[in-house]
């Protein structure tokens, strides 16, 4: 899987504190919106990393596709998709809302959050 970059960020601060840059050009979005398309996706992550070499008053950050390992672990869709599943518990959005599945409701004791 080739990596897919989408832009650059840098840390400023301001009087209210540190804030992010993030900027993103028309190439950057529309590699994002073809990964989108090709995987049949409604929304991704980026991962900000730090850039190894710092060049002052440039970028110091840059935004990487995060690519799940499972295909379409991120689609969502009218029906039933799971958004999360590590551990005993299990969270899935569908067209009545949230629903839960876990441990903790078999037992009667209520989701630990």
């Keep these: 899987m080739d990596k897919i970059y989408g832009g650059n960020a840098k840390i400023v601060e301001t009087k209210f504190g540190p804030i992010w840059k993030v900027s993103q050009n028309r190439t950057d979005l ?29 970028p110091t950050h840059y935004l990487e596709l995060y690519q799940p390992k499972e ?15 590590q551990g005993p518990e299990r969270a899935r959005v569908s067209n009545s809302g949230w629903e839960f599945d876990s441990q903790y409701e078999k037992d009667g004791k209520g989701l630990p959050f």
């Design 71 to 85: 295909k379409n672990e991120f689609k969502l869709a009218n029906t039933e998709k799971n958004i999360y599943n």
């Design 30 to 58: 529309e590699r994002l919106l073809k990964y989108m398309n090709d995987n049949d996706c409604e929304w991704v992550n980026l991962d900000v990393k730090e850039k190894p070499q710092k060049v002052e008053g440039k």
